[in-house]
């Protein structure tokens, strides 16, 4: 093993402990916020169905986030060196910046074009797992790699169909989210005959024509939408854990087995199908 294993001082900061604690407790985190969402009855009245549609909302948001921060940071980590350790990165990394330097641009479309523009070896390689040939010197069994091999293309999927999700109405959800965080503008409404919330996307004052210019985004008030976005929440946390653990497990050595939730996550979803 010792030709694929990166340095691990064993420090609380070292990068194999935020993976390890990433793997355990971050994403699992995550997962049970939204996993109560989904647990919820289905009589409730509107209001409630309201509010349950909203924090699915921010569920999905910030699973996706997460998802697009670790890639992110992934990309440029270097272990062993504390400039480029996972726990700066992903203190300094925030999704949604541009910059006119691309390597420092977070945005949703750099994110999509990073997991379009390479195939399974490439992002195997981004990622940090090692090759089959690299598992095999290292004395991995056979099994083992051939089953990383074969999840490669379902991880690759999975982290691109939440990116595209993400991406929907043209970072309106994004800007609509952070409306939501910091000052709950959210508004119920019927004007467009159904029951929906519409969320302020953008507001930009037009002051030559004494106006307000304002973008819109809409969350329809539906048991289904609410259970849509916890899901992909959830399915958003299962495809981030599963490819941490894989790189725990493959550069530091870390004995592990797939928890429940997990399981639960890809019998239930599109995703993942050979975990």
Not at 182 to 206: S, Y
Not at 230 to 255: M, N, P, S
């Amino acid at each position: 093993m010792l030709k694929v294993l990166y340095p691990d001082s064993g420090g609380q900061f070292e990068d194999a402990a935020i993976l390890r604690n990433a793997v355990y407790f971050s994403t699992a985190l995550r997962a049970y916020s939204a996993r109560q969402i989904l647990q919820q009855p289905m009589g409730v009245d509107r209001e409630t169905l309201a509010f349950l549609v909203l924090r699915a909302f921010g569920e999905f948001m910030t699973s996706t986030e997460d998802m697009i921060g670790w890639l992110f940071a992934l990309k440029v980590w270097q272990p062993g060196n504390a400039e480029f350790s996972l726990f700066l990165l992903l203190d300094r990394i925030q999704v949604g910046r541009k910059s006119k330097k691309g390597d420092s641009d977070y945005t949703e479309k750099r994110a999509f074009g990073l997991l379009t523009d390479c195939n399974e070896v490439e992002f195997r390689s981004l990622l940090h797992i090692p090759s089959d040939e690299e598992l095999l010197e290292s004395g991995r069994p056979s099994e083992e790699v051939d089953h990383i091999t074969r999840s490669m293309p379902f991880k690759l999927d999975g982290w691109r169909r939440m990116t595209v999700r993400r991406m929907e109405q043209d970072r309106g959800w994004v800007q609509a989210f952070n409306k939501i965080k910091h000052h709950a503008l959210a508004f119920p409404t019927r004007e467009r005959g159904k029951d929906e919330i519409w969320l302020p996307a953008r507001i930009r004052p037009d002051y030559r024509r004494h106006r307000i210019g304002l973008a819109k985004a809409w969350l329809d008030i539906s048991m289904d939408n609410a259970r849509r976005l916890a899901g992909d929440a959830v399915a958003a946390q299962a495809v981030l854990h599963d490819t941490l653990a894989v790189i725990l497990t493959t550069r530091y050595g870390e004995k592990y087995s797939l928890p429940e939730w997990v399981l639960r996550a890809y019998r239930s979803d599109w995703l993942l199908r050979e975990a």
